[in-house]
């Protein structure tokens, strides 16, 4: 490995951030002790969508004497963060935690949990909280004090590509923008004769977004039009979802995003996830192992994560294949199965699947009773426990079959059977984090990507094809 390697590597070896969630945890199991409207809602929330509403905190506001003890929990101050009345920041750099703002001194002021739906609006509605945000619809930063009780004060708050505190008016025809905006995306082609001219379209549409909201708005407004599109497509993320509409969360639990793409056109993926500014993180190299391999990016100020896999070759793990395009595959894996039938995540086929924060066990034992069956858990650790919905089977166009048998990719008694089946598409996928642990785990994605290939789902009683 080159010396720029190997402190990549070093840079993404998450670690667990254990002493700071157990002091987060303490703080809001404070709250609830304190605050009625807090309490009912985590019980609400664990009860009807199976989540912790530890995951939905955004940030807490307490006494400046805990400056000490979160600097020992290692939380940092971010330097960068706009607060109303220059209050301090902290954050936990490497985990997936909440942050904190302390108070200036004022010795009566309420601590605070600040709570963070998808949408403000929505909460409130499902609420019945009176009264109108701070900020105004589809600014920057928007901000309800939903419950006051035992000097505790609990806020809903809706972000829109901001990372501060400070609510903002909108510019000039900055509404009307982020209005065109979400029609854009929304509206965006998705099926083309050749993949090419969908990545050329979309980049023509992305020109324009950002000339309209800039770049950071555009990523977020992108994410929610694909969470859109894939629910639209997934039974159990539509029955999920509708169970988090009802206290008013939306999707705001998301952990990450995952898209399959074609090793053609792997490398156009990433580069336009640059252009949002997504950032790349670790790279699987699972090749030799598995036949996959899988770029991570993160976008800084909106908190988008994409997990985004590809067909990968035993004698390709040390190609950078983000940026390399890969030749046609001498055959199929999992993920250039998937793309084949179904077509690329980014254009026709939608993400291959939405991973979303819960409470793990609550959840699939709710999903269960809402008729929507769990696959094994395919990593089941303490810090990090993960498990597919059962997949949704979506119908195969001839064409992308024919293509594929023409090449000899799959056997003509595959076809018949994909013609007439069908073949997986896309999941849910159940997570639940401890410790702040960022991560992923390698070995456990191969069993599951292994798990999930169309060709073993389709012949249970018969050899899978090489």
């Not at 903002?168 to 993949?195: C, M, Y």
């Amino acid at each position: 490995m080159t010396e720029s390697s190997t402190t990549d590597a070093r840079r993404f070896d998450w670690p667990l951030a254990t002493d700071a969630e157990i002091l987060l945890r303490r703080h809001i199991a404070v709250v609830l002790e304190q605050n009625a409207f807090a309490r009912r809602l985590a019980q609400r929330m664990r009860d009807e969508s199976g989540t912790d509403i530890f995951e939905w905190v955004d940030h807490l506001v307490l006494a400046p004497t805990e400056a000490t003890v979160l600097a020992k929990a290692a939380f940092v101050q971010d330097l960068e963060a706009e607060t109303p009345n220059g209050e301090a920041v902290f954050e936990h750099p490497r985990a997936t935690l909440p942050r904190i703002l302390l108070r200036n001194g004022e010795k009566h002021s309420p601590a605070v949990l600040a709570l963070r739906p998808e949408f403000a609006a929505d909460f409130m509605s499902r609420h019945n909280v009176a009264g109108e945000p701070e900020g105004e619809p589809c600014s920057r930063y928007r901000r309800m004090v939903v419950a006051e009780e035992n000097g505790v004060r609990i806020e809903a708050i809706e972000r829109r590509a901001y990372r501060g505190f400070v609510p903002a008016p909108l510019k000039s025809g900055e509404l009307k923008a982020i209005v065109k905006v979400r029609e854009l995306w929304q509206t965006r082609p998705r099926l083309f004769d050749g993949d090419a001219e969908g990545f050329q379209t979309a980049n023509r549409i992305l020109e324009r977004v950002m000339e309209l909201v800039g770049r950071d708005l555009a990523c977020q407004l992108f994410f929610e039009s694909e969470r859109a599109y894939w629910e639209s497509r997934n039974r159990a993320a539509q029955i999920q979802k509708r169970r988090q509409d009802q206290l008013g969360l939306g999707w705001g639990n998301h952990d990450h995003h995952t898209f399959r793409g074609s090793r053609e056109h792997f490398a156009d993926l990433i580069e336009f996830l640059q252009k949002l500014g997504l950032e790349k993180r670790e790279r699987y190299y699972a090749g030799a192992e598995a036949g996959w391999g899988a770029q991570i990016s993160e976008q800084p100020t909106t908190g988008i994560v994409v997990f985004a896999d590809v067909d990968l070759m035993p004698d390709e793990t040390q190609i950078d294949f983000s940026v390399t395009r890969l030749p046609p595959a001498r055959c199929l894996g999992t993920v250039g199965l998937w793309v084949g039938l179904h077509g690329e995540s980014f254009l026709e086929a939608g993400m291959h699947h939405l991973e979303a924060r819960f409470d793990f066990e609550a959840l699939r034992e709710q999903l269960q009773g809402c008729g929507v069956n769990t696959m094994p858990p395919f990593s089941n650790f303490e810090f990090l426990r993960q498990a597919f919905t059962e997949g949704e089977r979506w119908p195969v166009r001839r064409q992308r079959a024919e293509r594929l048998v023409s090449a000899g990719l799959i056997t003509r008694e595959q076809f018949e059977q994909f013609m007439k089946d069908g073949a997986l598409g896309s999941h849910l996928e159940n997570l639940q984090r401890h410790g702040g642990y960022k991560g992923f785990n390698q070995k456990s994605v191969s069993v599951i990507i292994s798990a999930t290939d169309p060709r073993k789902n389709h012949f249970p009683h018969a050899p899978v094809a090489a």
